[in-house]
Antibody, heavy 120, light 107 residues
């Protein structure tokens, strides 16, 4: 059973960089697309982007100028960096696996989510 | 981005009721449509993908239908564990956008 676990600071100051890592267990990161999705408190879901295990990436155009994703197959991890954060970036951040085949667009395994608050 | 509109935003129902949630896309998405269930404090769970395909392990009381711009999620006989918020998501064009959610509450 594939499991995902987000890790990273729960509090980030405005204008700084949010950094999160997702560790995949119970299966290999290779061969799949992996995504980051966020949900502001009490609101809906927003897809941030996805990354293939080989490194090819697709970012949401609304966040593209501030987002960087990377993957480390040796650690079975992938990461998210979001720079120049504001209070609007306060959200629960989820990592998830994109359901195969390919980049279907559906997410079948999710991490539990981690709340990141942007505040001074 | 493709806009996804769900209705109703909330519904009150009793155990055993048939519940239907509707999702409309601002442009055609074929059958590239998923439904997720989310309970408070938990991650979304994939229920239906490709508009009508049931994800492995999901009870058969859940079903999805539709194509193009209009889609439906039906729970044939509501169970206590089904009280949650349901989201549709289009996967035709990246980024996959989500509807605003439908909260299924206890009547």
């Amino acid at each position: 059973q594939v499991q995902l676990q987000e890790s990273g600071p729960g509090l980030v100051k405005p204008s700084e960089t949010l950094s999160l890592t997702c560790t995949v267990s119970g299966g290999s990161i290779s061969g799949y697309y992996w995504s980051w999705i966020r949900q502001p408190p009490g609101k809906g879901l927003e897809w941030i982007g996805y990354i293939y295990y080989s490194g090819s990436i697709n970012y949401n155009p609304s966040l593209k100028s501030r987002v960087t994703m990377s993957v480390d197959t040796s650690k079975n991890q992938f990461s998210l960096r979001l720079n120049s954060v504001t209070a609007a970036d306060t959200a629960v951040y989820y990592c998830a696996r994109v359901k195969p085949p390919g980049s279907s667009g559906y997410c079948d395994y999710w991490g539990q989510g981690t709340l990141v608050t942007v505040s001074s | 981005d493709i806009q996804m509109t769900q209705s109703p935003s909330s519904v009150s129902a009793s155990v055993g009721d048939r519940v239907t949630v509707t999702c409309r896309a601002s442009q055609g998405v074929g059958t590239w449509l998923a439904w997720y269930q989310q309970k408070p404090g938990m991650a979304p769970k994939l229920l239906v993908y490709a508009a009508s395909s049931l994800q492995s392990g999901v009870p058969s009381r859940f079903s999805g239908s539709g194509s193009g711009t209009d889609f439906t999620l039906t729970i044939s006989s509501l169970q206590p564990e089904d009280f949650a918020t349901y989201y549709c998501q289009q996967a035709n064009i990246f980024p996959g956008t989500f509807g605003g959610g439908t909260k299924v509450e206890i009547k």
